[in-house]
């Protein structure tokens, strides 16, 4: 289903659909209004860029952590 343009009569920034509701655009997001910011961590950068990683310890890890890597390392 195509959407139209907005009527003379829709609000700014909302779109009508073929059904005559209409659909309100979402504001960009702001600092103030994010709830978080999503960073890569050193394993994500490690693999962008093909270098290795070495995770000291890694057998007193938690189970999850563990089978969250396997699931990464695995080929």
Same mark, same amino acid.
């Given at each position: 289903?195509?959407? #139209? =343009?907005?009527?003379?009569? +829709? $609000?700014?920034?909302?779109?009508?659909?073929?059904? %005559?509701?209409?659909? !309100? #655009? =979402?504001?960009?997001?702001? +600092? $103030?209004?994010?709830?978080?910011?999503?960073?890569? %961590?050193?394993?994500? !950068?490690?693999?962008?860029?093909?270098?290795?990683?070495?995770?000291?310890?890694?057998?007193?890890?938690?189970?999850?952590?563990?089978?969250?890597?396997?699931?990464?390392?695995?080929?």
């Amino acid at each position: 289903d195509a959407m #139209e =343009a907005p009527s003379p009569g +829709a $609000a700014p920034g909302s779109t009508e659909t073929p059904r %005559g509701s209409t659909i !309100e #655009e =979402a504001e960009p997001a702001t +600092a $103030a209004t994010q709830l978080f910011q999503w960073y890569d %961590g050193p394993l994500v !950068e490690a693999m962008k860029q093909g270098d290795m990683l070495l995770i000291d310890e890694i057998s007193l890890a938690d189970d999850s952590v563990l089978e969250r890597l396997n699931s990464v390392l695995e080929p």
